[in-house]
């Protein structure tokens, strides 16, 4: 009896959604000791998924702001920890205060033109940002590789430790998922947390209450770069070869179906997006009939969330679904009375 | 080479030009930007290809045809099934946004599956046959053809909106679309038309730009779609007059930095004005300045 | 010294002059009322008053400084702060944290604070939520702390609002059609309530369209009419003020009012 209230004040100060995180977070840390590599290699990019999807859950959800073209940030990570080994030779360890810095700044470059349009110009702004930082990517050879892209990046070097097996790799991007997780929770849970909410929920009122919008709009997007960045220079070293077709709108897309599924604003939910839309493609690859097809997924995914979170017929059925459940629950009730 | 180049730039324009017209008039219909309009755009194109080397053999007129027909049921079939139950609910255009980007997912990929990543030799018309000018520029039939046949659909488009019922219920719904419902208009089936109408262009233009290519390969549907919606903010996007304007700015300013600059050059230069204008004047060349409402 | 002095404000949108040289005073401790027919231009006064927009010319003074050249966030730091006509709240968040962002400005801590925990932020969220308990009590809605803010009903929004308002301890109080949408008995409970404000603010510039509500509670009304003032003065001034009731009741409406007298 005594450890479970004990229990239960835990839970209480931690939150159902931090315990189910930590939860989650110990289940795929076993993951490696049941798995073949193939499959942990799928973990491995579900786990980056995680920290770039929060990313732009923090953009979208907290900071209100949809954007389309995330997969600039994630590159100019990647492209930063590559270009410093493919010309310097620097390991991961050493090139990651610049990739933290590049991110930045080109999130901070994406939030000035942002702060001089309003709503409806935020996705042609987005957009072309990536597209443009894209092109760069693909045209400035001298230091990109240009199309040839850069191959054979080493593994992560973590002051000298290298992270040579498949699962120590995967063990220190969940130990990142964890950290990003708690970050963005101190983040959020704050008054500059607060007020990016109350500017996603009405800037008018927000603007009225003395916040300023612009600086804070700088401050989230560079924030969110830097966990998009993370996640891209860690893309670079596990997958260990990049080029300028890994970062186009579409990888912005399928980050947006994972913050989508997950929920805005929900970070847990989050991590179960990228776990899902990570492995189910993977799934589907044996399929035979459906090995062409299988990112039809992320669109199929993304039109069926937004049915049934956000149109009539998806309401109606939920609503209904809802009173059988409550129905059933009902009758048991009863039942338990009669006896 | 300058009388090549400005023809090249007006045919490429005619291009962009046509799809830019989908996003504007769904946009100002529903301040919605319609993802799917690229994915349609190559769609149109696979379905053109397909049923030219299988059901139509050669005959490219019919094909056009059918492919026009599909294009027009596909657009509004998106409509009905991605787009109206989302926009009814009314919980923000950023929903339907999403779910129209899901729709162009779901279409890129099943032409990828079913197209593979080849690059395949497209139909034609006239093909090889060139006018040659006076001072000796030669200029593609198919040129021509695009620039004619584009200039007569906006014409046609032109006429439609201003002197039909259903034209006329369009520019309404682009003014005042609860205003519309109250008046008891067909307004789902309006928007539906709406949608029709901009994949049918989109369908053209498909078309059209893989007739002057003579190629047709997965990645059309991309780089022009990308390219006419810059088109479409250039000009003031929601504005039909503004993304036809925007489409041959763009198209002929490209062409000529290509054709004297180089082609690295041209692919920055549509974005770079793009974030020029947007600096300058967000609201497109013919936008007009919002103002702020407390 | 007047509370806020306001000379000769004007602001035209295209060729429309919404606000045509304006000028009144507001005095510590009292209710200036701002009335007119719709358009007069009303609610543009609160927005040039709050920053939102910035008139063509003329000036207003705050306690003998000019607002000039301030952004937003300074005109909530110096002491304005405001309601909205159509209740504008935070819809997603609780009723905690509406009034805690309404004394975001007072909250002393900055953004790189906010970024991880520590001692100051830990102290600043402490105290800021013991006043928040405070400001709840005097706008009546304790048992609603952890609620979302609209799931309340409609008064206690109105209220809510006033709340997130007060919660920056403004000098002048701006509010802007409190009453709309209120049924007779809760306007005069809300009358009570905005007179009992002025304990906590120094002044308050009311914008209402129900008579009963601004007879019963302003020192002094300015009626606005088509962007220009057309009477200043107490209550009973403007209730027997000609050109008034021509605003209100067009032309010959003087006669139909004598006639009903």
Redesign the interface.
Known sequence: MKNENKFTEIVKRLGVRHLIFFVTMIVLAIVPLFVNSYVLKIFQSAAINMIFGMSLNLLMGIGGTVSFGHAAFYGVGAYTTACMWYHFGWNFTSAFPLVILFSAIAGLLLAIPMSRVTGRYVTIITLSYAEILNLIMRNWTKVTNGVMGILNIPNIKLFGFELAYKDEQYWFILVLVVVSYV?IN??VN??????L??M???S?????????LF??KV?IFT?SAIFAGIAGALYAHIYGYIDYTVFTSNLSFNCISVVVVGGL?NFVGTIFGALFLTILPEMLRNVEFLFNYRMIVYGVILVLVMWWNHSIPGAKIKAKLRSIFNKLIHRNVESVEEV | MFIQLLMNGIALGSVYALTAIGYSLIYSILQLINMSNAAVFLTSSVVFYLLYNSVSKGMIFVTFILTLAFAGCLGYIIELVAIRPIREKGDGNTYALISSIGVKTILEKVCQGAFGSEIHPFPTLLAGKNIVLWDGTKIEWIQIIIIVASLLILTVMTWYTQNTRTGRGLRSLSQNLNACHLMGMPVNRLIGISFAVGSMLAAVSGVAYCMYLKSISISVGAAIGNKAFAATVLGGIGILKGSVVGGFILAIIECFVSGYGNSTASQFISFGILIVMLFIKPTGLFGKKE??K? | MSLLEVNNLTIA?GGLVAVDDLSFTMERGQITSLIGPNGAGK?TVI?ML?G??TPDSGEVKLDGELTKGW???Q???KGF??T?QNI??????TVE?NI???M??R?P?G?F?????NKV?NT??REAREEVTEILKKIGLEGHRYDKSTSLPYGMQRKLEIG?ALA?KPKVLLLDEPAAGMNPKEKVELSEFIKSLLNDVDGILLIEHDMKVIMSISDKIIVLNHGAKIAEGKPEEIQRNPEVIEAYLGRGGKQHVDAGE
């Open positions: 970050m101190w983040l704050s008054k500059l947390g607060r007020n909410q109350a996603r929920d009405d008018i009122a927000a603007e009225a209450m003395g916040i300023p600086s804070h401050i924030i604003g | 103002q702020r407390v | 949108f609610t927005n709050t939102f927009y952004d937003t966030t005109y909530v730091r702060n405001r909205f504008r709240l935070f819809s997603n968040l944290d805690l962002i309404g975001q400005h909250i801590y953004s604070l906010s970024l991880f925990p932020k600043c969220e997130r920056s």
